[in-house]
């Protein structure tokens, strides 16, 4: 059973950062793990997405060079480091994870597998 909890939300200024983490548990051989986004009244978005077979990351246009997706050495724990953050990136942000993969990175249909959200507000 797979069980993914996130942490590290929380309220910053414009320009300001943040680090998102995401402890997960439960065993599966080859996976993909992503962090998404709802700001309030749109829909859920992918946000970055990391491939452990590959070890490649992907990153939506709007975050590119700005945030990091990137897992710790022991395997256990996924991070997005967000910095230069702006108000349009507030959002409530969930961790994502899935065993099988096979659909587009940025679709929520591809995540079996789903965290309780942690928020992020910008302030300007």
């Known amino acids: 059973h797979v069980q993914l909890v996130e942490s590290g939300g929380g309220s910053v200024q414009a320009g300001g950062s943040l680090r998102l983490s995401c402890a997960y548990s439960g065993y599966y051989s080859r996976y993909c793990m992503g962090w998404f986004r709802q700001a309030p009244g749109k829909e859920r978005e992918g946000v970055a997405v990391f491939y452990t077979a590959t070890r490649r990351p992907y990153y939506i246009e709007a975050v590119k060079g700005r945030f990091t997706i990137s897992r710790d050495a022991a395997g256990n724990t996924l991070h997005l480091e967000m910095n230069s953050l702006k108000p349009e990136d507030t959002a409530v942000y969930y961790c994502?994870?899935?065993?099988?993969?096979?659909?587009?990175?940025?679709?929520?249909?591809?995540?079996?597998?789903w965290g309780q959200g942690t928020q992020v507000t910008v302030s300007s």
């Open positions: 994502a994870a899935d065993n099988k993969c096979g659909g587009p990175w940025y679709a929520q249909k591809t995540f079996n597998y």
